[in-house]
């Protein structure tokens, strides 16, 4: 079988895609977590909103499923406790306050006990604040990646599944029918500046969508990395800056129990 797993690199995602938790700032506010709050970052990567999360609650623990950014987590912010855990199977024995996940659902494909996880470890009332790729999200970029995968006869590489980006709607009834009440849902468009002006899209495969390629000859591979990002420049160069088409839901909501 082939290993599609995403490979984290922590200096490259640092260096060059930092704007994952630059965006998460924002949302921050939304959680406004409180001095005697335990609070969890589920996908905490390396631990950059963990860290500013904590400047305001109590407690804050982070979660990441790679054992590389867990690492870089810890080494970056010592005082915080981190742990490698997946978001679809976690436990822990105190319940948590609210729950905040940035840039992290759209990875796992187990949505459903993804969100029962979620509920179960927290309080009554305890609140979730979620952003990830919503219904649409990079659909540029990752079309003209399968057509060129497609081109050249790689198929079942063309076809991959990797990312879970649902509709809000979607989204909604499902954390409905795990007992959350929705306070507030949005599905917007936000295109995402890369940091490099030479190669922003191509670096955005390598970082994000690598997995595309296990099985394509090494020839082709920086071959379709230039062909997509120059098919795609009118729509995602604008004004010499490389843009890439992210939608975004934004969810929060409480946990609540019987409810009559
Ligand atoms: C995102 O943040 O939307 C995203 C990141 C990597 C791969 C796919 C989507």
């Given at each position: 079988?082939?290993?599609?797993?995403?490979?984290?690199?922590?200096?490259?995602?640092?260096?060059?895609?930092?704007?994952?938790y630059?965006?998460g700032?924002?949302?921050?506010?939304?959680?406004?977590?409180?001095?005697?709050?335990?609070?969890?970052?589920?996908?905490?990567?390396?631990?950059q909103l963990?860290?500013k999360?904590?400047?305001?609650?109590?407690?804050?623990?982070?979660?990441?499923?790679?054992?590389?950014?867990?690492?870089?987590?810890?080494?970056?912010?010592?005082?915080?406790?981190?742990?490698?855990?997946?978001?679809?199977?976690?436990?822990?024995?105190?319940?948590?306050?609210?729950?905040?996940?940035?840039?992290?659902?759209?990875?796992?494909?187990?949505?459903?006990?993804?969100?029962?996880?979620?509920?179960?470890?927290?309080?009554?009332?305890?609140?979730?604040?979620?952003?990830?790729?919503?219904?649409?999200?990079?659909?540029?970029?990752?079309?003209?990646?399968?057509?060129?995968?497609?081109?050249?006869?790689?198929?079942?590489?063309?076809?991959?599944?990797?990312?879970?980006?649902?509709?809000?709607?979607?989204?909604?009834?499902?954390?409905?029918?795990?007992?959350?009440?929705?306070?507030?849902?949005?599905?917007?468009?936000?295109?995402?500046?890369?940091?490099?002006?030479?190669?922003?899209?191509?670096?955005?495969?390598?970082?994000?969508?690598?997995?595309?390629?296990?099985?394509?000859?090494?020839?082709?591979?920086?071959?379709?990395?230039?062909?997509?990002?120059?098919?795609?420049?009118?729509?995602?160069?604008?004004?010499?800056?490389?843009?890439?088409?992210?939608?975004?839901?934004?969810?929060?909501?409480?946990?609540?129990?019987?409810?009559?």
């Amino acid at each position: 079988m082939i290993d599609t797993t995403t490979k984290w690199k922590p200096e490259l995602y640092n260096e060059k895609h930092s704007f994952v938790y630059q965006y998460g700032e924002s949302l921050i506010k939304l959680l406004d977590p409180k001095g005697n709050q335990r609070i969890l970052d589920l996908g905490c990567g390396s631990g950059q909103l963990t860290s500013k999360i904590n400047e305001f609650a109590k407690e804050t623990i982070g979660i990441d499923k790679s054992v590389e950014m867990i690492a870089d987590a810890k080494s970056k912010f010592p005082e915080i406790e981190f742990q490698v855990m997946d978001a679809s199977n976690f436990l822990f024995n105190e319940k948590f306050d609210s729950i905040f996940s940035n840039a992290t659902l759209h990875w796992v494909k187990d949505f459903r006990n993804a969100i029962k996880c979620m509920y179960e470890n927290l309080n009554s009332n305890g609140k979730i604040v979620l952003e990830f790729g919503g219904k649409g999200n990079v659909q540029t970029i990752v079309n003209e990646l399968r057509n060129a995968l497609r081109l050249r006869g790689y198929e079942n590489q063309s076809n991959l599944d990797l990312w879970y980006f649902p509709s809000i709607g979607d989204y909604c009834t499902e954390l409905e029918s795990a007992g959350f009440r929705v306070l507030s849902a949005e599905h917007y468009d936000r295109p995402t500046e890369l940091a490099d002006e030479e190669s922003g899209i191509k670096d955005w495969i390598s970082m994000f969508a690598e997995s595309f390629f296990v099985g394509v000859l090494e020839k082709h591979i920086e071959e379709i990395k230039n062909e997509v990002q120059e098919l795609i420049k009118d729509k995602c160069l604008i004004n010499n800056k490389w843009y890439a088409d992210y939608k975004r839901i934004r969810i929060v909501a409480v946990k609540e129990e019987n409810v009559c």
